[in-house]
Each structure stands twice: as C-alpha cells, then as structure tokens.
C-alpha cells in the first residue's frame, strides 16, 4: 500500500510539475515572439495579419505547424516593392483564434477570405503553401469570386494512401492527445525543435536565421499542437 501511495504521489508530482513547466514555456513563447502584425475580427474570431506594401493584393497562406513568421522571414519583403501583401496566421496557429477543434480547409478559406474582404482586398491573388495550398485551392471552390489568381507552392491537393503517422495519430486522439501535448509543450528540448526545423529543408540546410524568425515555439503551445494534429488528421 505504501509502495502505491508512493506512486500515486509521483505521479501527482510529475504532472503539476508537468502543466507548471508547459504553461512557462507558452508564456516565454509568446514573450519572446509577440504579434508581428494586426488583427481584425471576422464575426467574433480574432485573426491576425501582416499588411505591408501596395499594389494588387497578395494573401499568403502558410503551411502546417506554421505562422506568419515563415512568410515575413523573406517572401513579403520580396513582394512588398510592387505589391500588397497580407499574409495571416491560419486558426489555431499565431495569434489568429481557432474556429473549432480541427477546422477543415473550407471553413479555414471562408474566413480568410472574410477577413481579406473586410481589408479590402476584395479579389486577390492567392498564395497557398503546403497545407496552406489547400486552404487556398479551398478558397478558389468555396468564393471563386474572390480571388483574381491562385499560386500552389507545394500544396497538398490529391489523395494518399498512407494517412498519418503515429505521432499525429496519438496527439489527434481525444484520449491521448491533450496528456501528449504537454508532456511535448513541457519537455521537448529546443535542440529537438531546431532540429526538426532544420529536417524541413533537408538535404539542404536551414536559411540562416530563419528557425530564430520563425518562432516555432509558438507552435509547441499546447492548444497549437492539438489544434495542428486535427487539422492534418481531417485534411
């Protein structure tokens, strides 16, 4: 019984310890990487965008496990010289609030395209990477009249066979998900993160100064890592 009680006060120890060092982290997060750009509300949900440039307008959509800190480490400054350029954080991730666990690509484009409306970029050209390729092919079926043009960098746009692999199988669970976030948010090193920045452009390296600007450790946030592994697991 001892020997239980025992367990049972590890357990408890380990998991405050646990919620305590994932709620530090989120709020260092955030301290170190604050909203790069605006917000505009589109009916009640907060979304948050970079506006710089002028021009015809120009909407980027960034990708999984993203922010709009991908597109302002280089590409908006390439653009902003002859166009305008609106690039947003997608639900759930950044600063933008979620619009439901799981968003799927046509409710994630309605309000992007909302929000671009109520900008004023009423028709813009559409840019859409990697998941966010969907969200723009989404944006083109669901408000065909609101975009002059579409660009797909990488977008995932055709079926595949293989799902999803195990680690977003588990955080996208009910069950497992919210303990797996954060254990993740409390104790995944940022050598693992740097490393898995620098995965995504193997065999090449990372740009330099690219992982410090692009602020992965907005996405080790608990509600972000949840909210990305739904949003793959429905995609």
């Known amino acids: 019984m ?12 380990f998991t405050a310890v646990t919620l305590w060092r994932a709620s530090q982290h989120e709020r260092r ?18 979304v ?44 759930g991730l950044g600063y933008t609030d979620m619009i439901g666990r799981g968003a799927p690509v046509a409710d994630q484009a309605r309000l992007l395209a909302d929000a671009a409306a109520a900008l004023g970029a009423d028709a813009p050209i559409v840019v859409g990477h990697s ?24 977008g995932a746009s055709h079926p595949w066979e293989t799902g999803i692999g195990t680690y977003y199988q588990l955080l996208s669970n009910p069950v497992s998900g919210p303990a797996l976030a954060n254990l993740i948010a409390a104790w995944v090193p940022e050598s693992y993160v740097a490393a898995s920045v620098e995965g995504v452009f193997t ?19 608990r ?7 739904h949003q793959r697991a429905d995609l």
């Open 2 to 13: 001892k020997l239980l009680l025992g367990l049972v006060a590890l357990l408890l120890l």
């Open 29 to 46: 997060a955030v301290a170190d990487h604050p909203p790069a750009g605006q917000f505009i509300e589109v009916d009640g949900t907060r």
């Open 48 to 91: 948050h965008y970079v506006d710089e440039g002028e021009g015809p307008p120009v909407v980027l959509i960034h990708g999984a496990s993203g922010n709009v800190n991908d597109w302002t480490f280089d590409m908006v400054g390439r653009l902003s010289d002859r166009y305008r350029v609106i690039a947003f954080d997608r639900p």
């Open 131 to 154: 998941y966010g390729g969907s969200v723009a092919l989404a944006w083109a079926l669901e408000r065909p009249d609101a975009l002059s043009g579409l660009v797909v960098l990488s």
């Open 203 to 221: 065999p090449n390296p990372a740009p330099e100064g690219y992982a410090a600007h692009f602020a992965p450790d907005l996405t080790f946030r």
């Open 223 to 229: 509600f972000s890592l949840l909210e990305d592994a």
